[in-house]
């Protein structure tokens, strides 16, 4: 007996938004990705799109879905604590069941509306198809199940829904192979379901592809090599089969979006040693000091949380940070009543807004070691394979693609006007047909900032565009600057002598 779902009219999506984790624009050449190279001309592509800062996978996903910025959505890195609630938890959001007992226990994890439910409000459907980690295929509709919604997450059926579709998939295409890197045969699975059941079977108004690719290989691997452009290749071909089904399928008012959600970088491990770290925090960890604990993530954008008695350490610890090779730009909530930061550091109300979730510090790590030699020398000892990453501000962990097909884009066209992620969502929202009232109009003319912060021949700075209510992020370089020698001064004393040297 069919279920409701497959009495359907089946029909092509209204909207379909392809998300491939990590891919670097400058990575789209015919020789490894030519089937994505090719549809390149079916739209417009948005060569100023960069992602928002940290540069992380659930940030700018969060942006992406709710059309807003890190300060208003709450999602200031894929893992975090909030301040606002009793025993200040922390939430890994890349595990389903820690986001579904966390809404379970303190309510919506942001209080903005998510793109899920605003296709709801209007009585359409979403449905959702994600190689990536369980708790990132979550994100992507977090209340979609109480909204009657479709979420196959394909290295974890157990957090997928409903459970009904779910057996049927696993009957019709089998379990998805193990997540591995390289990762080709889940997105080889994921387009099939997509193809083969989600599209005739679920038929949703809004499908959302994500594919965790190149992103698993690009931490892997780093961001060239022949492993790495085997797997652009491979999912190239995947998106070959969808991009022929839309060509063949698609109507007049469907529109077609192809994504990534930040770029990557190639580093050499930057990671130090476990003690060089601590020893940052010194006393900090004196639990007789602190009972609650010292709340830190090391990663490519550190972050540190303080306990309240702990926080007249904020600049001894920035000072302390600021002194190791390996650290890089750092940003610090304010130490001062005139909201003054410390030396040498940023505010993070300018990547991180100013919330209970928002960090006291939060630090990146040097990504190009070659231009400095003392943070060469504080990773001897880390084994010399290149692999990617990113969080930070370089550049290229910023780039990010943009393509959109449809009725209100020119095929064929360049877009040079900057944009976020988040504007993703205003482009989803009206290819739906749909309003939110919150469209992110710039609240002023855009401008360019440079914000600089500089120590001891250290200068960090950070560069970006301000609308008159967001700073936009473009980039930063950390420099390391010589300390000018003082010029030799020729004295005379009493005696009549000099200092001159003598050769």
């Known amino acids: 007996m069919l279920n409701d779902s497959e009495h359907r009219v089946r029909r092509v999506p209204r909207v379909l938004l392809i998300c491939l984790d990590s891919l670097i624009p400058s990575a789209i050449t015919p020789e490894a990705m030519p089937n994505l190279v090719k549809v390149m001309d079916w739209g417009t592509r948005f060569a100023n799109h960069r992602a928002v800062v940290p540069s992380e996978t659930l940030v700018n996903m969060a942006s992406m879905l709710t059309g807003t910025k890190v300060g208003e959505h709450g999602i200031v890195a894929n893992q975090f604590t909030d301040r606002s609630i009793t025993g200040w938890p922390s939430l890994n959001l890349g595990v389903a069941e820690e986001i579904d007992a966390w809404m379970e226990r303190h309510g919506r994890l942001t209080p903005m509306r998510t793109f899920g439910e605003y296709l709801h409000a209007a009585g359409q459907k979403l449905a959702v198809v994600s190689t990536c980690s369980s708790g990132a295929t979550r994100m992507i509709d977090p209340h979609g199940r109480a909204l009657g919604n479709f979420s196959l997450s394909c290295h974890s059926p157990s957090t997928s829904y409903p459970e009904v579709d779910v057996e049927r998939i696993r009957r019709q295409f089998g379990a998805c192979p193990p997540c591995c890197e390289p990762d080709v045969e889940a997105a080889r699975y994921a387009v099939d379901v997509l193809l083969d059941y989600v599209v005739p079977v679920v038929s949703p108004d809004t499908a959302i592809l994500w594919v965790n690719e190149p992103d698993t290989s690009y931490h892997a691997f780093g961001t060239t090599g022949p492993s790495t452009t085997a797997t652009l290749t491979a999912v190239d071909n995947e998106l070959g089969r969808v991009f022929d089904w839309w060509r063949r399928n698609a109507t007049v008012e469907c529109s077609l979006f192809i994504a990534s959600d930040h770029g990557h970088i190639d580093l050499e491990p930057v990671s130090p040693v476990n003690s060089d770290f601590e020893a940052v925090f010194g006393h900090l960890h004196d639990e007789s000091v602190m009972p609650e604990g010292l709340r830190k993530r090391l990663a490519r954008c550190s972050t540190v949380y303080l306990p309240t008695e702990a926080r007249p350490e904020l600049h001894n610890l920035t000072q302390s940070l600021l002194d190791k090779p390996w650290v890089g730009h750092v940003f610090c909530a304010p130490v001062g009543v005139d909201g003054s930061v410390p030396p040498g550091t940023h505010p993070i109300s300018l990547i991180m807004g100013a919330g209970a979730r928002t960090p006291d510090v939060a630090f990146t790590v040097i990504a190009e070691t070659?231009?400095?030699?003392?943070?060469?020398?504080?990773?001897?000892?880390?084994?010399?394979?290149?692999?990617?990453?990113?969080?930070?501000?370089?550049?290229?962990?910023?780039?990010?693609?943009?393509?959109?097909?449809?009725?209100?884009?020119?095929?064929?066209?360049?877009?040079?006007?900057?944009?976020?992620?988040?504007?993703?969502?205003?482009?989803?929202?009206?290819?739906?047909?749909?309003?939110?009232?919150?469209?992110?109009?710039?609240?002023?003319?855009?401008?360019?900032?440079?914000?600089?912060?500089?120590?001891?021949?250290?200068?960090?700075?950070?560069?970006?565009?301000?609308?008159?209510?967001?700073?936009?992020?473009?980039?930063?370089?950390?420099?390391?600057?010589?300390?000018?020698?003082?010029e030799f001064q020729v004295t005379v004393g009493e005696d009549g002598r000099s200092n001159r040297p003598v050769h």
């Open 370 to 486: 070659k231009k400095n030699v003392q943070a060469a020398v504080a990773r001897a000892d880390i084994a010399d394979l290149k692999r990617g990453n990113h969080g930070g501000l370089e550049s290229r962990e910023l780039e990010c693609l943009f393509l959109a097909i449809g009725p209100k884009y020119p095929a064929g066209t360049l877009s040079y006007d900057p944009s976020t992620t988040d504007g993703v969502f205003r482009e989803l929202i009206d290819a739906a047909g749909l309003t939110t009232g919150n469209d992110g109009a710039p609240c002023g003319q855009t401008r360019p900032f440079e914000c600089t912060a500089e120590i001891d021949g250290r200068r960090s700075v950070v560069r970006g565009t301000f609308d008159g209510k967001y700073h936009n992020i473009i980039g930063g370089a950390v420099e390391f600057v010589p300390s000018p020698q003082p």
